[in-house]
């Protein structure tokens, strides 16, 4: 075990009846309660991240007209980007560090690029954010949602590692 709190954690992998990967039983899941504080923490830091780029692109841009039809699109590039890269590099987002928690493949393991570019495109299914009320817990409390299971990552408590 290692004494940094964001090192991955290691675990032992156990093969189901297909011959896949299952979640190890180490793995401490975060709570739904870090889960919903990360997601709002999340919005304010990328909103903070949005409205600071917009500031920099009004010295750069003389038409304003012009730079709300590309910040449109822009955010939605953004906002895939801003989860791709601060999971991909660190394995947390800002408010995953504030919160104690890490992105992991469902295996314990680092997750791969694939696994986040799939877990940041599932973030635009329409109230996807809302896919914790509706699906069954991995561990009682700790839920697992639609970004969650179709990437297989989790989302773990790095101070229980």
């Known amino acids: 075990m290692s004494d940094n709190p964001y090192s991955t954690p290691s675990a032992q992998l156990a093969a189901d009846l297909h011959g896949e990967a299952t979640e190890p039983a180490e793995l401490r899941l975060a709570t739904t309660r870090q889960r919903a504080l990360t997601f ?20 750069l841009v003389d038409s304003l007209s012009l730079l709300d039809t590309f910040f449109i699109a822009y955010y939605f ?54 896919s914790f009320l509706f699906v069954k817990p991995a561990q009682a409390g700790k839920p697992v949602g639609w970004h969650d299971q179709l990437s297989a990552t989790r989302v773990i408590d790095v101070r229980y590692i």
Do not use: H
């Open 40 to 59: 709002v923490l999340d919005l304010i830091f990328g909103y903070l991240l949005l409205m600071f780029s917009k500031s920099l692109m009004i010295l």
């Open 77 to 130: 590039v953004a906002y895939f980007l801003y989860y791709l890269i601060f999971e991909l590099v660190w394995g947390y987002t800002p408010a995953k560090l504030v919160m104690a928690t890490r992105v992991v493949s469902k295996t314990g393991t680092n997750a791969s690029l694939s696994q986040l570019l799939i877990r940041s495109l599932c973030r635009y299914i329409p109230f996807e954010f809302l």
